[in-house]
Every structure is written in C-alpha cells, then in structure tokens.
C-alpha cells in the first residue's frame, strides 16, 4: 500500500474475537471481569510457545530481546480500557523441534498468520463492552473467548511474486507425525490464473498435480506457483514512486503496493498532502503508485472517466492551453538521497514536455492562502491527534538520530523489510 502498512504490509490479518454476555449483578472489576479478557493457548499441546504483550508496551526488537521466564504454553490478557473498542497485541511464538508456527487462530483455521517480515503477529481484539456505552453501571462479561497459537508440520504456502494468482488448502491443516496430508493448489479465475507446479521442500522437485498427498514425517513447506496471462507488469522507478497513465482501468494486484491520492482541495502555502487508497487505477488518469518492485496490473473493461485534476500531458502543451482557473504545478519524482515527491509551480510562458502530470491548485485557494511557494513537498494526511503533546513527550525520549520512521511517517521499532526508510532525517533503502 506509498506501502502502508502504510501500510505495514506488512499485509497482517484482523482477529476478531466474538464474545457473550453474563447475566450477572454488576462487580468491581477483578480478576474475572475485564474490559478485554482473552486466553492464548498453544495448539497442540507441548508444539511450542508464546509471549503476548499489548502493543504500545512492547519493547523486544526481536524474539531474542523476550526474557525466558516470560515464554508460556497458556497465557492471558486482560485489560480495563472502558470506551475503548479494540486491543491491538503482538504475539509472539517459539515452536519446539519438529515443529512450525502458523499464526493464531482457532482450531479450525488460521485467522492471523504469522508474519514473513517481523517476530510477531499482529492481533486486533475485541472489548467485551460496547464503546458506545458510556453508564457506570455495567454487567460484567465473562472470559468465554480462547484463541489458540497454531503450530504443525506439513504446511503450504503461495509464492510471494503469484500469492494473488491462487490458493493452498492443507488437510488436516494441524497435522502430526505419521499423518496422511493432502494439499490442493486452487487458481484464481478472476485473475485468469493457472497452477504450474508445487516446489518440494528439497528446493529442486516439481510436482504438477494441483492435488498431491504426503505422509508427514517433518516439517515440510510446499510452495505452489501460479501464473496469469490477463496481468501486466510495469516496471517500478527507482525511487520507489511510479507514475502510472492507461487509458484503461487498471486493478493493481502487487503486493505491498499502494495508490497516492493528491487532496488539491486542502493546500498548505508549501504542501499538498495525499491520502493512501485503494488498489484502483482510473483509467485517463495520472496516478502514483508506491513499490519498490515492480507494479503487476490487471485491466478491468469497465467504462472510463477521465481526469481533469490531475492530467498527463500526451503531448508537449503550453500551460496557457490549461485552464486558467488554475496555477499548475509538475510532479517530480525524488532522485539520490531525496525520498520526498516535490511539485514544481510551472510558470504561464513554459510548455510542459510530454509525459509529465501536472497538478492544478485553484487560484482562489491559493488567494485565501495569501500565496503559494514555488516548490511544494507531498506528503501524507496524517489526522490530527488529540493526545499529539503527550506523543512528543514520549519520542522526546529517543534521540532524533537514531528514530525510525516508514514513509508514511510512523515511527518504528526496526526495518524489518524492504522498502525505504528516513533514519536521523535521511532516506535509508533496505533491498533486502
């Protein structure tokens, strides 16, 4: 998603966890009733174990930084945050020998796999409460809700450059030594996809029946590929920012990738600010995508709508042939060391060169603005935060040379994936 995680994604899964009421005669809280009350349990017993911490108190860079005594087979969360509607935990999981960790879950399916860039899996829970109520007076709820750390050992996954082309089923998908299991690669038909083949855990050996069972005697991964003739791939701009023009509508299916809507409603006298949308390219429309690898696109038939704000110049035009209702500036993508897009104001006289997206902003805006600067940086839409003093306070605490932000801006423990950074004011790209 510019990545967002920005995305963190990271793409992580929501694990909603439902809960029932008691009909109880209200208590003070204890150590039954809590707002948030969850238990986290390894499954199957003695297959490992886990560390769940709630995300703003959690300070491991990595699995090794968790002390052992806070390693468990069964652990709990509870928490009294009243009008608070969800939780956000990291968790944890150490498997023992044999075995493989994949993601949290019931004991049916996983509902939160485990990640491929960092130690732990993000878990959303739900409060036991509605954060819309606001009495003193309330019913205790009971801790009725398990939600189990999935460990196994035949597994199967998609290939990171096709995981939209298709998907795997495992049965049992929580298997022992000694058991039959049965894996099925399945296409994705809207993206027009076919099943290639499974790579064996060997590394080398393919196997091309889309169905194959194996008796499990380790642990195993068999990675199914896909492929699709219905996509395209556009190559990505070094800097991580593309500008992409179709005439068509385009789906973008990269992983890691996100659209940059430009708000040219809301200047600042130096911004623009954008906001992160969905995988949807308008067709007639000049778009930036953020990805550090290249953009993979599915054409969608469906009508089109061209832009009139932004615009793509198909041909050298001079800017007194755009409407003069606005002043207009060229999108200029970030080169060397920079990691910020700048937009450069285009004077009256100039012709824009083809191949360029120019951005317009209403003089009656610029007005009110009591003018415009020249050069205008893009940056994100960050919504504004009440407890913003208390935040600063806190990140005062760490030195500015050595903070972490992703390029949406959030500050973050460690670059645990590839992508662009800004570390002590300067761009870092990690390629690894």
Not at 254 to 283: H, M, Q
Not at 344 to 368: D, R
Request: net charge negative; charged share 20%.
């Amino acid at each position: 998603m510019l990545m967002k995680h920005f995305t963190l994604s990271l793409r992580a899964l929501t694990l909603c966890v439902a809960t029932l009421m008691a009909s109880v005669a209200f208590a003070e809280p204890d150590n039954a009733y809590h707002w948030f009350y969850d238990v986290f349990e390894v499954y199957p017993t003695g297959a490992g174990q886990i560390y769940v911490v709630d995300q703003d108190e959690d300070t491991a860079e990595s699995k090794e930084d968790i002390p052992a005594e806070s390693w468990a087979a069964t652990t709990e969360y509870k928490a009294e945050v009243f009008g608070q509607s969800t939780k956000y935990l990291n968790g944890y999981a150490q498997p023992a020998e044999g075995w493989h960790f994949l993601g949290f879950g019931t004991q049916e399916e996983v509902l939160s796999p485990a990640s491929d860039y960092s130690d732990y899996t993000m878990l959303f829970v739900d409060s036991k409460t509605s954060a819309d109520d606001n009495t003193t007076d309330l019913t205790p709820f009971e801790p009725d809700t398990t939600i189990y750390a999935l460990f196994t050992h035949v597994y199967a996954t998609v290939d990171a450059s096709c995981n939209l082309f298709g998907a795997v089923d495992v049965k049992p998908f929580i298997n022992n030594i000694g058991d039959d299991v049965t894996l099925t690669a399945t296409p994705n038909e809207e993206y027009k996809a076919t099943f290639d083949y499974w790579l064996a855990p060997d590394g080398e050996t393919q196997l091309t029946d889309p169905v194959i069972k194996v008796k499990a005697s380790e642990v195993a991964q068999y990675i199914a590929f896909f492929h699709s003739d219905a996509v395209e791939t556009i190559p990505a701009d070094p800097s991580g920012y593309t500008i992409i023009y179709d005439e068509r509508n385009l789906t973008l299916i990269s992983d890691y990738a996100s659209v940059l809507f430009i708000n040219t409603y809301e200047p600042e006298k130096d911004r623009l600010t954008y906001t992160i949308g969905s995988g949807y390219i308008w067709g007639q429309t000049p778009t930036i995508v953020w990805s550090y690898s290249d953009i993979v696109v599915l054409p969608m038939a469906e009508d089109v709508y061209p832009s009139d704000n932004p615009l793509w110049m198909k041909a050298a035009t001079p800017v007194s042939d755009l409407d003069g209702s606005m002043t207009w500036f060229q999108v200029v993508l970030p080169t060397g060391d920079e990691w910020q897009i700048k937009l450069q104001k285009l004077a009256a006289t100039v012709t824009i060169p083809e191949g360029t997206m120019v951005v317009g902003i209403s003089n009656e805006t610029i007005a009110t603005l009591g003018g415009i600067d020249d050069v205008l940086t893009l940056e994100e839409y960050v919504e504004p935060n009440p407890d913003e003093d208390a935040v600063k306070s806190v990140n005062a605490a760490v030195p500015a040379s050595e903070a972490i932000y992703d390029m949406s801006g959030r500050r973050i423990k460690a670059m645990n994936r590839k992508g662009i950074y800004v570390v002590g004011g300067k761009k870092v790209v990690i390629r690894k």
